[in-house]
Structures are given as C-alpha cells and as structure tokens.
C-alpha cells in the first residue's frame, strides 16, 4: 500500500459516510477502523497497545463532541500518541498555509465516498514512502509475586503460560488482534492484555515507551491453586 499505509481508521460522525469510506477502502485493501467523533477517537487510540494504532487517521475536521482540530491538538500534546499521521478532510475549501507537523494532507470531501477514497490512494502515492524502523519483540517483565503464582502451577501449565508469554511479548510489536482464543486487549485506563492459558488468566501491562510487558496480575483457578 502506498506510504505503508494498510490500516485506517476513520473519524467520521456520519454513519452514511462512515459505511460508504468503510466500504470503498476496504474494497481498496485498507484495513479499516471506524469512529464517529473525536472524543471516541481519543479513547480508542488511548486504550490499545501502539501495534495496534492506525497507520493514517482520515480524520473529519467536523466533529461533535472534540472535532478535528481540537482531537489533532489531542494527538500532538500526548507522548504516546504524537506519532500518529493524520490526513484531514472537511466539505470546506481552503487549507491551512503552512504545513503541520503529522497531517500528510488534506481532502475536500466529494459527493462520493468512492471519490474520497480514490483522491485518498492517490495522494498517498504521491507522498514519500515512509521507513519502518525495525521492530524488536517487547521485554518481558514478571515481578516477585507473579513469578511466585506462576511457580505454583503444575510444571506442564507452568511451561505453556510462559509460552504464551513470550509469544504475547513477540506479537506486541506486531499487529495484535483485538481478540483470539487466548490473547485480547482490556478497555482500561492503560493499555493491558489478558493471556488465557488452561483457565490461567495473565494480564499484563503494555508500556510502549519502554518496549515492555509487566505481569501485574495472576488469577489461578481453583483446581491448579490446590493441586
């Protein structure tokens, strides 16, 4: 995809134009996410480890709620998240004078949403293709009291759980599912991550900063606690 661009998500808060952009870019082979104001933008990004964050916003300039300025203000301000590129679009002409840091550009929006996605692709042709640093598994980091839980485990449970682990510490630089059948991203006021492995459920804490998990929680069930 050009600029690297494969995942969008889309800040939109009409739901004719956010299933029609949905639909055409999907079609165009983006992989989308879609919001209807900027305030939900904001916890959506907030809560979801930096693998998981968009590669473009296509960011509606208005909004209710937080619009388009005041949620790009948002995304410049906070540490976590001033990484982000966002690509404006307002049924208003005009554009600002003088580039902004992190806007790859901006669309008038068309009759269209097939039009919209169709500029969207190519202008971002026309931009430079951006370098991907190199990604390196994340740090895994298991304090007293979780290595204390998971030593109690029988040794073929304890051995599967560490795998999982690691694996969950491999994935968070990659593009983490929202959901599987034994690793999902918790709604929180930090990014965590639950890891379920023969009913033993690990959440760990996501610090992107550092590059690193930390087990913070331990539940065992019953029947391996007192086995």
């Known amino acids: 995809m050009a600029l690297g661009v494969r995942h969008l998500l889309l800040v939109e808060d009409d739901r004719t134009w956010r299933e029609g952009v949905g639909r055409a870019a999907s079609e165009a082979g983006f992989r989308v996410s879609s919001v209807s104001d900027g ?10 480890p930096r693998a998981q964050h968009p590669d473009l916003i296509l960011l509606d300039l208005m909004l209710p709620r937080l619009d388009g300025w005041e949620l790009y203000g948002q ?14 679009m307002s049924t208003r002409s005009g554009t600002p004078d ?33 370098q991907e ?16 839980a998971l030593h109690a485990l029988p040794a073929p449970v304890r051995h599967a759980v560490r795998v999982h682990l690691l694996r969950a510490a491999e994935l968070s630089a990659t593009e983490l599912p929202l959901a599987s059948s034994w690793l999902m991203a918790l709604h929180s006021e930090q990014p965590l991550l639950l890891v379920t492995v023969e009913g033993v459920r690990v959440v760990l804490e996501v610090d992107d900063a550092a590059c690193a998990l930390t087990a913070s929680m331990v539940i065992v069930p019953g029947h391996l606690r007192y086995s």
Do not use: I, N
């Open 39 to 48: 305030a939900e933008a904001l916890h959506w990004l907030r809560h979801r």
């Open 75 to 88: 995304l410049r301000t906070d540490a976590r998240l001033r990484h982000l590129t966002v690509m404006m």
């Open 98 to 130: 003088v580039p902004l840091q992190g806007v790859a550009g901006f669309l008038h929006k068309p009759p269209r949403p097939e039009a919209l996605v169709e500029e969207l692709a190519e202008r971002l042709r026309q931009l430079p293709r951006r």
């Open 133 to 148: 640093p190199p990604r390196m598994p994340y740090s895994l980091r298991l304090p007293d009291e979780s290595l204390y």
